[in-house]
């Protein structure tokens, strides 16, 4: 089995035509995520799945032209563990997805694992305010290393757009 690097590298290429110019500042946030879950799994026993939902968290943004990007992200997700014959672990990483926005902390199936990609996402859109009791300094090397590359004002003109767009839906990412 490849490395977890390796792997995210190769799901990403799968997306490239679609991310266009946005490749690396989604590339770099990917990354960031999964690092984050490293540093908040102690073990690290889930790296491999860390890889996959990091991957495919957001690409429903790119994928279905949406903001509303859960469902088509845990599409796409489906579509690639189907492919690889790891339909094993397809519920994990999907409700890892699916919950990634969620404020408060995750309680259910899964927990743990959907929990720390929870934390670790919110640390990288938090911009590193938020730790939940990660090394800071860690934190701080991930985002030296795979800088932001504009993905947080990304995010901002895609929830403006969306507003406009759908104004009694502003942020369905945040339904749950």
């Known amino acids: 089995m490849e490395h977890p690097e390796q792997l995210i590298?190769?799901?990403?290429?799968?997306?490239?035509d679609a991310l266009g110019r946005d490749y690396d500042r989604y590339k770099h946030h990917v990354y960031r995520v999964f690092y984050n879950c490293l540093l908040l799994d102690d073990e690290n026993t889930h790296a491999m799945k860390y890889a996959i939902a990091a991957a495919f968290h957001d690409?429903?943004?790119?994928?279905?032209?949406?903001?509303d990007y859960l469902h088509p992200s845990i599409k796409q997700v489906k579509q690639y563990?189907?492919?690889?014959g790891r339909t094993e672990i397809t519920e994990e990483i999907a409700a890892m997805i699916s919950w990634h926005h969620k404020i408060s902390p995750y309680k259910g199936v899964y927990e743990n694992?959907?929990?720390?990609f929870r934390k670790?996402?919110?640390?990288?859109?938090?911009?590193?305010?938020?730790?939940?009791?990660?090394?800071?300094?860690?934190?701080?090397?991930?985002?030296?290393?795979?800088?932001n590359r504009g993905f947080h004002w990304f995010?901002?003109?895609?929830?403006?757009?969306?507003?406009?767009?759908?104004p009694l839906n502003p942020v369905p990412v945040f339904r749950k």
Not at 9 to 16: A, G, S
Request: aromatic content about 12%; cysteine-free; hydrophobic content about 40%.
């Open 120 to 147: 670790a996402d919110w640390i990288d859109v938090s911009l590193g305010a938020l730790s939940f009791g990660a090394n800071r300094e860690s934190i701080n090397e991930n985002r030296r290393k795979f800088p």
């Open 155 to 166: 995010l901002v003109r895609q929830t403006v757009k969306n507003f406009f767009r759908h």
């Open 113 to 116: 694992s959907v929990e720390i």
């Open 59 to 67: 690409i429903g943004i790119w994928t279905d032209h949406t903001f």
């Open 9 to 16: 590298e190769m799901l990403l290429q799968r997306y490239r």
């Open 81 to 84: 563990l189907r492919e690889a």
